[in-house]
Antibody
């Protein structure tokens, strides 16, 4: 069974940093692309970024709103996905989900809440 | 950049009725990487349809997806009380950003 468990959310001040993690199990993590998606309170879903697999040189892609501030990394040896968030803004407040794309089938975690507030 | 526009913004129907939700893309999308989600308050999105027309595991057959190119449709053949929620379309390949639609709220009339 595919499982994705996010962690690392919490309260952080504007301008601060936070690192989210996603622990993956139930599939061959190293073979697949992984996304981060977020949802601000009362708003729709927003794609944040993607890391491709080793076969695609671990290429990363980012939404314009986070490019230059957020960094996605993965550790295939630990089946782990990370999202390093720097220079956080109040508008980054959201539930952050990790999503795996397995043969065209998206699997989602339950999300972790990040609140950026003074 | 592909933009997905869902219509209507809100759909008011009664249990037992048929619901038709639309998603239109500004460019042609590879239907293999097109999905529909249902989301209820306080919950993570639930995958309904992937590959434009394949039902996800455990999804009742009253949910169906169709379409290709720039026009996609989610149909709920006979609404049950638990079906009322927000629905999002999503394209997750072609090129970034991998857009979501803005959502359609399906509410009880």
């Amino acid at each position: 069974e595919v499982q994705l468990v996010e962690s690392g959310g919490g309260l952080v001040q504007p301008g601060g940093s936070l690192r989210l993690s996603c622990a993956a199990s139930g599939f061959t993590f190293s073979d697949h692309y992984m996304d981060w998606v977020r949802q601000a309170p009362g708003k729709g879903l927003e794609w944040v970024g993607r890391t491709k697999n080793k076969g695609h040189s671990y290429t990363t892609e980012y939404a314009a709103a986070v490019k230059g501030r957020f960094t996605i990394s993965r550790d295939d040896s630990k089946n782990s996905l990370n999202l390093q968030m720097n220079s956080l803004k109040t508008e980054d407040t959201a539930v952050y989900y990790c999503v795996s794309l397995i043969s065209g089938y998206p699997y989602w975690g339950q999300g972790t809440l990040v609140t950026v507030s003074s | 950049e592909i933009v997905l526009t869902q219509s209507p913004g809100t759909l008011s129907l009664s249990p037992g009725e048929r619901a038709t939700l639309s998603c239109r893309a500004t460019q042609s999308v590879d239907s293999r990487y097109f999905a529909w989600y249902q989301q209820k308050p306080g919950q993570a999105p639930r995958l309904l349809i992937y590959g434009a027309s394949s039902r996800a595991a455990g999804i009742p057959d009253r949910f169906s997806g169709s379409g290709s190119g720039t026009d996609f449709t989610l149909t709920i053949s006979r609404l049950e009380p638990e079906d009322f929620a927000m629905f999002y379309c999503h394209q997750y390949d072609f090129s970034p950003p991998y857009a979501f639609g803005q959502g359609t709220k399906l509410e009880i009339k």
